[in-house]
């Protein structure tokens, strides 16, 4: 594996119309393990230029949330508030490289590879329509495509301003696909010349995109497949403006459960609820990679970053549409929780339970090394971290209200459970501080159920209830030890209670 490569230089260029989308960081996320892998560059350019639907919150957002991932660009925006570009290509903002859009426009159009278009709103809606009633497919039909100068002049003079209309060429554009190997699109499928810059001076997508990645010396573009369709037109423009064509790469969709493409409505997109959701940054990345590519060796589930860019090859991405499976990141998840060291996972940790203590759902906030007391009975039952507040939220409560309906087992009625829930009090209460570990804790209570006749389970069910308020709970004795023998008696007592009239 080459160290540095500089003949690679790869890219993603979110736009800040939205948070940073599950979708950006996989993109990013391929991106980098390729630039890694072969000792390229990986760059971070923002498309802003779409000013009515981009803000600085959905910036940050993006920024924030690729840098939590550890998704971090060697060339790009720099990470604090106002921040300096960093890279030989600046900047690295769309809306700040204005004038190098200007400049490529003047090129193309003194070349005669594009041409101002007057055409008004009205005349290009009826153009819609008319294709439309005649079953075709929508398409610029040209009407500007062969102006006279003086014909321009007039409508110049007419204060018409015209948009920018890029040229398409008739013939096939076809590429070498990284992911999806030969594609051939035949140019009479693009939608007539398209613009490239809006008659206020606006210039577009497609336009500013080949622009810069020819700017930027970009070599790869490796991008959602969604973008499929745009892939003749940039090749078009990079071919006009003289430029060499980069390899392209397009990515398989993320689907939802259903097999339709990922959306809003059935999956949750945002990387930002993901972390606040307790998901590891480590579990995110090592999920996100393998959403279209898979190192293709059995047991091989669990991988760091260090360990993706290794395996990581550009080429064998499937071509398929990927399937977010939200249990499977739970899981990858939970292993990475059980690989955190101690310390690294309480410091995790603590933000969801202060967090929770600031809602109100807890009545104080646990020290580190209470948490860190606790990490070998709730480690393996963590899903999320914030599952902890969930898990053991009930040690940091002043008071539990058991539900009468749980309390009683069941096997059980209200008699036996009451019984049941006195005699363990009696069995409990006859242990000091010394002897009120698990494993002294356990017997007696076992005893106790057969000497009565009931099953261990149904004591301990109810025993569980009333001392934590939950059916599910870390292993019980564990937990009476983290309970402590003062507040396992008085919530006995106050269980007792709740049940008395029942
Ligand atoms: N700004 C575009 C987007 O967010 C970039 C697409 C591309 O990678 O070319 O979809």
Excluded at 470 to 483: G, I, Q, S, W
């Amino acid at each position: 594996m080459p160290t540095t490569n500089p003949a690679v230089r790869v890219r993603i260029a979110p736009s800040p119309t939205g948070p940073l989308h599950i979708g950006t960081a996989r993109t990013a996320l391929f991106n980098l393990l390729h630039a890694r892998h072969v000792g390229g560059t990986f760059v971070l350019r923002l498309e802003d230029t779409d000013v009515a639907r981009s803000t600085e919150a959905h910036e940050r957002d993006i920024l924030d949330g690729l840098h939590w991932l550890g998704i971090a660009w060697d060339e790009g925006p720099g990470m604090g508030p106002g921040g300096d570009d960093v890279g030989p290509y600046p900047p690295y903002r769309q809306m700040r490289r204005l004038s190098t859009y200007a400049e490529a426009a003047r090129r193309l159009l003194e070349a005669d590879l594009a041409y101002p278009c007057y055409c008004t709103p009205e005349e290009l809606e009826a153009d819609r329509r008319a294709q439309e009633a005649a079953r075709q497919a929508p398409r610029y039909v040209g009407r500007c495509a062969a102006l006279t100068p003086e014909e321009r002049a007039v409508r110049e003079g007419e204060g018409r301003r015209g948009a920018l209309r890029f040229r398409v060429r008739p013939g096939i554009v076809a590429w070498d696909d990284l992911v999806r190997d030969r594609v051939e699109i035949d140019t009479a499928n693009l939608g007539g010349d398209f613009v490239i810059v809006r008659a206020d001076g606006t210039p577009l997508y497609h336009f500013t995109v080949v622009v810069d990645d020819a700017a930027m010396a970009i070599s790869h573009v490796i991008r959602g497949e969604d973008h499929i369709s745009n892939t003749p037109k940039h090749i078009l423009l990079f071919e006009a403006l003289g430029h060499d064509v980069p390899v392209f790469g397009h990515l398989p969709l993320i689907l939802n459960p259903d097999g339709t493409k990922m959306s809003k409505r059935k999956s949750q997109t945002a990387v930002a609820d993901y972390r606040a959701q307790g998901f590891l940054r480590e579990a995110l990345v090592n999920y996100l990679a393998f959403l279209g590519w898979s190192p293709g060796v059995e047991g091989e589930d669990v991988l760091s970053f260090d360990e993706l860019v290794e395996r990581f090859d550009i080429t064998k991405v499937q071509k398929g549409g990927a399937k977010f499976d939200r249990a499977r990141l739970e899981w990858l998840n939970g292993q990475w929780i059980r690989r955190l060291e101690d310390m690294d996972l309480v410091d995790r940790l603590r933000p969801f339970v202060v967090a929770a203590h600031d809602r109100g759902e807890l009545a104080r906030v646990p020290g580190d090394d209470e948490l860190r007391s606790l990490l070998p009975i709730v480690r393996d039952r963590l899903p999320t971290l914030a599952a902890i507040v969930e898990i053991a939220g009930f040690l940091w409560l002043d008071e539990i209200r058991p539900d009468p309906a749980d309390l009683v087992p069941r096997r059980w009625d209200l008699a036996t459970t009451r019984e049941g829930l006195r005699a363990a009090r009696e069995a409990l209460a006859a242990h000091d501080a010394v002897t009120w570990e698990a494993d002294e804790l356990e017997p007696p209570l076992r005893a106790l159920a057969e000497t009565r006749g009931w099953k261990a389970g149904d004591l301990f069910m109810a025993l569980r209830v009333a001392v934590t308020g939950r059916t599910a709970t870390p292993p019980l004795f564990d937990t009476l030890v983290a309970l402590g023998r003062d507040r396992v008696l008085a919530r006995l007592d106050h269980a007792l209670e709740v049940i008395a009239d029942a």
